[in-house]
C-alpha cells in the first residue's frame, strides 16, 4: 500500500524555497542548513543514563538495555549545572557588596565563587577590596603571605605562573587574593590600584569577584562599581540590613549606576538560626521589585564558625542555594561586552 502523502495546498513550493534559500546562502559565503533536516526533527535522542539511585542500579544490573532516565531531581539538577556553565568569551565581573558588616558579604563571595570554579572549567578568582582589613583569604582557604600589594609590585604578570605566585587556592580551586594587613597600608589602596589589578587579572582569568568594603565612598569602590559587570548585594533578613541595601540602591540610582542597580542580584543571608522576625516575603517582593533577581541563604552552622569556608561540609539546602545563585548570575554572561566606562 502507498504511503499517504498530504496533499501539497496550490502555489505551496517548500524545495523549491528551500533551494532558493540555500542558494542565496551560497552566493552570500554562507551554508544554511535546510530547516527539514535539523536536530530536533530527525533524530530521537538517547536518554542519558541515570547517575545514581536505583535508576542507575537497573541501567547497570540490565547491561543498560533498560535506560529509565534519570529522575526529575537529577534532571533539574543537571539543568542547573549546565546554567552554571553558561558559555563566558572574555572576563566576567562580579561585585560582591553591603553597606552593613556581619550580614555573610565576604562568606557569599568565597561560596559563589567556589561553585563557579568547582563546576566551571575556566580560571576563578576573588579578590579583595576592602579597606579595613579584609578577611576573604581566611575564609577561603589558609592565608598566603602574598597580598594584592604584591601583585601590583610585581615586575612581570604577563603569563598565568607568574600571577598564581600571588595567589592561594581554595579546595573548590577558587583562588583569591588578600588584602593587605597593615592598616595603615590598607587604607592606601586606592581607585587606580583597583583598575590596574583587575586588568592584570582580566588577561588570565574569565569570573573576577571582587569582595567589597562597607562603605560606598572609600578610595577603590569608584573603580569596582565602574568595572563590575553585575552587583551581588548582600542583605540579612532584619530591618537594619534590609533598609541598608535599600538605601545602596537608591545610592546606586542617584550617582549613574542605574544599570548596575537593576541588573544587580540580591542575597539574604540568614546568619543566625531560627525564624526570622521580619517579614520575609514583603523583603523578597520589595528587591524583586527593584532587581534582577533575589536569593534567600539558609543559616548554616559551618558558615557561622567563621572559619575557612568549605562547601562539601555545607548543608544541602545551602549548597541548593548557593548553586541557584550561580545559575542566575550566569545568566547574564551573554551579556559579556557590556562592560562599565574605565
Same mark, same amino acid.
Given at each position: 500500500?502507498?504511503?499517504?502523502?498530504?496533499?501539497?495546498?496550490? +502555489?505551496?513550493?517548500?524545495?523549491?524555497?528551500?533551494?532558493?534559500?540555500?542558494?542565496?546562502?551560497?552566493?552570500?559565503?554562507?551554508?544554511?542548513? /535546510?530547516?527539514?533536516?535539523?536536530?530536533?526533527?530527525?533524530?530521537?535522542?538517547?536518554?542519558?543514563?541515570?547517575?545514581?539511585?536505583?535508576?542507575?542500579?537497573? @541501567? *547497570?544490573? *540490565?547491561?543498560?538495555?533498560?535506560?529509565?532516565?534519570?529522575?526529575?531531581?537529577?534532571?533539574?539538577?543537571?539543568?542547573?549545572?549546565?546554567?552554571?556553565?553558561?558559555?563566558?568569551?572574555?572576563?566576567?565581573?562580579?561585585?560582591?557588596?553591603?553597606?552593613?558588616?556581619?550580614?555573610?558579604?565576604?562568606?557569599?563571595?568565597?561560596?559563589?565563587?567556589?561553585?563557579?570554579?568547582? $563546576?566551571?572549567?575556566?580560571?576563578?578568582?576573588?579578590? /579583595?577590596?576592602?579597606?579595613?582589613?579584609?578577611?576573604?583569604?581566611?575564609?577561603?582557604?589558609?592565608?598566603?603571605?602574598?597580598?594584592?600589594?604584591?601583585?601590583?609590585?610585581?615586575?612581570?604578570?604577563?603569563?598565568?605562573?607568574?600571577?598564581?605566585?600571588? *595567589?592561594?587556592?581554595?579546595?573548590?580551586?577558587?583562588?583569591?587574593?588578600?588584602? $593587605?594587613?597593615?592598616?595603615?597600608?590598607? $587604607?592606601?589602596?586606592?581607585?587606580?590600584?583597583?583598575?590596574?589589578?583587575?586588568?592584570?587579572?582580566?588577561?588570565?582569568?574569565?569570573?573576577?569577584?571582587?569582595?567589597?568594603?562597607?562603605?560606598?565612598? @572609600?578610595?577603590?569602590?569608584? +573603580?569596582?562599581?565602574?568595572?563590575?559587570?553585575?552587583?551581588?548585594?548582600?542583605?540579612?533578613?532584619?530591618?537594619? +540590613?534590609?533598609?541598608?541595601?535599600?538605601?545602596?540602591?537608591?545610592?546606586?540610582?542617584?550617582?549613574?549606576?542605574?544599570?548596575?542597580?537593576?541588573?544587580?542580584?540580591?542575597?539574604?543571608?540568614?546568619?543566625?538560626?531560627?525564624?526570622?522576625?521580619? /517579614?520575609?516575603?514583603?523583603?523578597?517582593? @520589595?528587591?524583586?521589585?527593584?532587581?534582577?533577581?533575589?536569593?534567600?541563604?539558609?543559616?548554616?552552622?559551618?558558615?557561622?564558625?567563621?572559619?575557612?569556608?568549605?562547601?562539601?561540609?555545607?548543608?544541602?539546602?545551602?549548597?541548593?542555594?548557593?548553586?541557584?545563585?550561580?545559575? *542566575?548570575?550566569?545568566?547574564?554572561?551573554?551579556?559579556?561586552?557590556?562592560?562599565?566606562?574605565?
Amino acid at each position: 500500500m502507498d504511503a499517504h502523502v498530504s496533499p501539497r495546498p496550490a +502555489g505551496a513550493d517548500p524545495a523549491g524555497t528551500n533551494q532558493a534559500v540555500n542558494q542565496a546562502a551560497l552566493q552570500a559565503g554562507n551554508l544554511a542548513p /535546510d530547516p527539514g533536516l535539523d536536530q530536533s526533527t530527525l533524530i530521537n535522542p538517547v536518554k542519558a543514563p541515570p547517575s545514581k539511585g536505583w535508576r542507575r542500579v537497573v @541501567h *547497570t544490573v *540490565t547491561g543498560g538495555r533498560v535506560n529509565l532516565g534519570g529522575s526529575a531531581k537529577q534532571l533539574r539538577e543537571e539543568q542547573l549545572r549546565a546554567a552554571i556553565r553558561a558559555p563566558l568569551r572574555g572576563d566576567y565581573r562580579i561585585a560582591v557588596m553591603s553597606l552593613k558588616g556581619g550580614v555573610g558579604k565576604t562568606t557569599t563571595t568565597v561560596a559563589l565563587g567556589g561553585v563557579f570554579a568547582a $563546576e566551571r572549567g575556566d580560571r576563578v578568582i576573588a579578590i /579583595d577590596a576592602n579597606p579595613d582589613l579584609g578577611t576573604l583569604a581566611q575564609r577561603a582557604a589558609v592565608a598566603a603571605p602574598a597580598t594584592i600589594r604584591d601583585l601590583l609590585a610585581a615586575p612581570d604578570t604577563s603569563r598565568y605562573p607568574q600571577v598564581r605566585a600571588f *595567589t592561594n587556592q581554595a579546595t573548590s580551586r577558587l583562588e583569591v587574593i588578600g588584602s $593587605e594587613r597593615d592598616p595603615a597600608v590598607s $587604607e592606601a589602596f586606592s581607585e587606580a590600584d583597583y583598575r590596574r589589578a583587575v586588568d592584570i587579572l582580566q588577561h588570565h582569568y574569565n569570573v573576577i569577584l571582587t569582595d567589597c568594603g562597607t562603605g560606598l565612598m @572609600h578610595s577603590a569602590m569608584a +573603580g569596582v562599581l565602574d568595572l563590575a559587570n553585575t552587583l551581588v548585594l548582600v542583605t540579612s533578613p532584619a530591618l537594619d +540590613g534590609a533598609q541598608s541595601a535599600s538605601a545602596t540602591l537608591d545610592w546606586l540610582n542617584l550617582h549613574g549606576y542605574d544599570q548596575l542597580a537593576a541588573n544587580a542580584v540580591v542575597v539574604i543571608s540568614a546568619s543566625a538560626p531560627g525564624k526570622p522576625t521580619i /517579614d520575609i516575603a514583603r523583603l523578597v517582593e @520589595h528587591f524583586a521589585a527593584r532587581t534582577r533577581a533575589v536569593h534567600s541563604v539558609p543559616y548554616d552552622r559551618h558558615l557561622a564558625e567563621g572559619a575557612v569556608v568549605e562547601l562539601d561540609r555545607l548543608a544541602p539546602a545551602t549548597v541548593r542555594a548557593y548553586r541557584e545563585l550561580a545559575a *542566575t548570575v550566569a545568566a547574564d554572561f551573554p551579556s559579556w561586552h557590556r562592560h562599565a566606562a574605565w
